[in-house]
């Protein structure tokens, strides 16, 4: 079976700071990784994922992750943020040629402040 | 193109009483997953259905069931509602699978008073 932690519940920083959102998985076996943001009021949006090759991914509105085997982590940059970006997002993995349910984490909180 | 569309957005049920949600998927897609999102818990995984068939399930009790029509929309059910059966009702939809990328719907916020 396979759990995700995020490593931090809430993430405050100022409008044009870099961010990192931490994710570590586990999983006997490979594993597909992605990350989803919810705005309040709304169901989840995929911002980006990996499935193979290079391990730094690119995904929407500016954010990227990078695939770190060795860590069993995924964790979510943006060099600048904006106060649109204020919402909370989560990392999920599901397993290669498995069910392929989704699992989440717990979600962090970004919040941007002026 | 349209989206994924869950009906309906808000609901009030006393406890005991069973209701069902809707979902209509983005137009192709033929897998439909359901999660359950609380506070307390995050978003936990109910089942997926695929091609009509439930390809997945996840650790809830038989109170919760759903089903999916030929033209890929889903509906779920929960009967004998409980207190903590309160939750955002999510839907989501994928071409073929979690793998792809799912689209979510907006959720049904479902209250047991």
């Known amino acids: 079976a396979q759990s995700v932690t995020q490593l931090d519940s809430q993430v405050p920083v100022f409008e044009e700071a870099p961010v990192e959102l931490r994710c570590n998985y586990s999983s006997s076996v490979s594993v597909y990784l992605f990350w989803y943001v919810q705005y309040p009021n709304q169901g989840l949006q995929l911002l980006l994922k990996?499935?193979?090759?290079?391990?730094l991914v690119k995904g929407i509105n500016g954010f990227e992750a990078e695939f770190n085997k060795s860590q069993t982590s995924f964790h979510l940059r943006k060099p600048s943020v904006h106060i649109s970006d204020t919402a909370e997002y989560f990392c999920?993995?599901?397993?290669?040629?498995?069910?392929?349910?989704?699992?989440f984490g717990k979600g962090t909180k970004l919040t941007v402040n002026p | 193109k349209a989206g994924v569309t869950q009906t309906p957005r808000y609901l009030i049920k006393t406890r005991g009483q069973q209701v069902t949600l809707s979902c209509s998927p983005i137009?192709?897609?033929?897998?439909v997953s359901w999660y359950q999102q609380t506070p307390g818990q995050g978003l936990q995984f109910l089942f997926e259905y695929f091609s009509e068939t439930q390809r997945n399930k996840g650790n809830f009790p038989g109170r919760f069931s759903g089903r999916q029509f030929s033209n890929s929309r889903s509906e779920m059910n929960v009967s004998t509602l409980e207190l903590g059966d309160s939750a955002l009702y999510l839907c989501?939809?994928?071409?073929?699978?979690?793998?792809?990328?799912?689209?979510f719907g907006s959720g049904t916020r479902l209250t047991v008073v």
């Open positions: 989501a939809s994928s071409l073929e699978g979690s793998n792809y990328g799912y689209t």
């Open positions: 137009s192709g897609h033929r897998s």
């Open positions: 990996y499935l193979s090759g290079s391990t």
């Open positions: 999920a993995v599901s397993s290669q040629g498995g069910s392929e349910k989704l699992v």
